[in-house]
């Protein structure tokens, strides 16, 4: 049997925080919390007084390519919401999870293949792909996604050619009526659906259509106050991406967190590159709108609206994203305890993810212990004393 204890530590619980709690996990689950708890005979003492224990984190839009899941779980984020791929190396990174691998990759979830037209946004690159057309093709579209493992239904409603837009192209786009036929049809097959949108407009459309979230918050203006009332109204969630609206501007912001103490050791070297490429101004910027990005996210924080925090990481930056995620949010106006729970507690809850996302007894014993309190100031996230998944310290060394 196996037992950890996290003794006197800062506790954020996925929804707010405990202080100088005691954590006792047995055979890879949270056994109990609380103040005074033994010590049981055999436990393994991990020190907490100063540092904050979190539940391991989840990246609610990432694309897992290559190394993505062990990059991932080094930063802490257990669990990665994949947002389209392809069913094969989805297929093989879950069956990983339950051998030799299993403890130093992040725990997966996927939509595999997206909904989109043939030429359309995805498919351009990767003709293969299954498309759809006419709203009567929706039900065998779906049914034909859950037999290759999807877990949850995409649609892309939007040409997905920001840098097209530099050059007046665009691509074809899913028609509303087939794109609300996709949504009715996973619905009614029980799953959750998200739509991705490139604007105001095309959001609030999706939304009507019965998109249960929008996976970004990438729209063309910045919206208005009935943008997160109409969002409220309809019961979704939204992904806000605001870490990938920073790195498609080129912003020379994000450069700094290759300078980072606690940062540098633990990127890849791509990262290394990617990263300088923004410190010295010289990474391509296109033409997205931060600001009208955070605008949307005040709307739809000030109307109530559940918000998780994702990345749209794909070559780059995994794990580490949703660090910088959790800052963007902060800065778009959530408190920090509410950019810890929109990639915990939230973003279980919304994926129907019962066993993780918070700190209770029953629950998976993914946590994260960070040295000093980011609920005060959430960079602190990323000064990361150590990472458990299933009760079982990770390696933070390649």
Not at 157 to 164: L, R, S
Not at 181 to 190: D, F, I, M, Y
Not at 211 to 229: C, M, N, S, T, Y
Request: with cysteine; net charge negative.
């Amino acid at each position: 049997m196996s037992r950890t204890i996290f003794r006197e530590v800062t506790v954020f619980d996925g929804h707010g925080v405990r202080t100088d709690d005691t954590v006792l996990v047995v055979d890879g689950l949270i056994e109990a919390v609380g103040r005074g708890l033994s010590v049981p005979a055999g436990a393994e003492v991990v020190e907490g007084r100063g540092r904050t224990l979190l539940p391991g984190l989840i990246d609610a839009h990432t694309h897992v390519v290559g190394p993505a899941l062990r990059q991932a779980l080094r930063w802490g984020v257990t669990t990665e919401l994949d947002m389209a791929n392809f069913p094969e190396p989805i297929a093989r990174a879950k069956r990983d999870q339950h051998g030799p691998l299993g403890g130093s990759i992040a725990d997966l979830r996927s939509a595999c293949c997206a909904a989109t037209v043939p030429g359309g946004h995805g498919s351009e690159r990767f003709p293969d792909i299954p498309t759809l057309t006419e709203p009567e093709e929706a039900a065998a579209f779906v049914d034909a996604r859950i037999a290759e493992g999807s877990d949850y239904i995409k649609v892309h409603y939007d040409d997905g050619q920001i840098a097209g837009r530099m050059e007046n192209t665009e691509l074809p786009v899913i028609r509303r009526e087939t794109m609300a036929a996709v949504l009715t049809a996973a619905r009614e097959r029980g799953l959750l659906t998200l739509v991705h949108t490139g604007t105001v407009q095309a959001a609030v459309e999706a939304v009507e259509a019965g998109a249960h979230g929008l996976a970004h918050l990438l729209v063309d203006r910045a919206p208005g106050p009935e943008f997160g009332q109409l969002l409220a109204r309809h019961g979704a969630f939204a992904v806000p991406t605001l870490s990938m609206v920073e790195l498609l501007s080129g912003s020379p912001d994000l450069g700094g967190l290759g300078e980072e103490a606690a940062v540098a050791p633990y990127l890849t070297a791509e990262d290394h590159d990617l990263l300088a490429r923004h410190r010295k101004g010289e990474a391509r910027r296109l033409p997205v709108d931060l600001a009208a990005a955070e605008a949307a996210v005040r709307s739809a924080r000030t109307a109530g609206v559940r918000l998780l925090a994702g990345t749209d990481a794909v070559m780059w930056l995994h794990g580490i994203g949703l660090h910088r995620e959790l800052e963007l949010l902060v800065r778009a106006g959530l408190t920090p305890s509410e950019a810890l729970t929109a990639a915990t507690a939230a973003p279980a809850e919304a994926f129907s993810l019962a066993d993780r996302g918070r700190i209770a007894p029953g629950l998976r014993a993914d946590l994260v212990l960070v040295d000093a309190d980011p609920t005060a100031d959430i960079r602190a996230s990323r000064a990361i004393a150590g990472v458990w998944k299933r009760g079982e310290r990770v390696s933070r060394e390649d």
